[in-house]
Structure formats: structure tokens, C-alpha cells
């Protein structure tokens, strides 16, 4: 992943939330905390979307089959 399209974000987390991100890395399962939030919120924006195709097929009465071939 090149530097030059990662854009900067600050944010605030409890000390709980502080504390899994520094396990994680610790653990040698991230190298840093950017890697652990940028996980976080692809696999977050992964579910979202697939809850929404999920809820979309349920109001569209279709199956997963019928979504997949659309």
C-alpha cells in the first residue's frame, strides 16, 4: 500500500478499546495501530455491505442464487 494515498484520521477510543488494539500488536498479529483501525473498518464496511445486500434480497423476496445472478 503506498503512503501517498493514505490520508491521516484521528480519533478517540476508550482505554478498553486502546488496550485490544495494543494486544494485537503485541501479539505480533499488527505491526502497528494504523493496521489494526484500517482492518477493523474494512471488515466493518464488509459486513455493512453485506448486511444491506442481505436486507435488499429479503425485500426483493430473493434468494442469494437470484442475487448472484443479477
Known sequence: MSTKSLKNVQA??????????????????YASKSEVIREALRKLFAEQ???FLRELAEEKDLSEDEMLEE
Open 12 to 29: 478517540r477510543v476508550s482505554e478498553e478499546l486502546y488496550d485490544e488494539i495494543d494486544k494485537r500488536i503485541e501479539s505480533g498479529m
Open 49 to 51: 455491505s453485506r448486511n
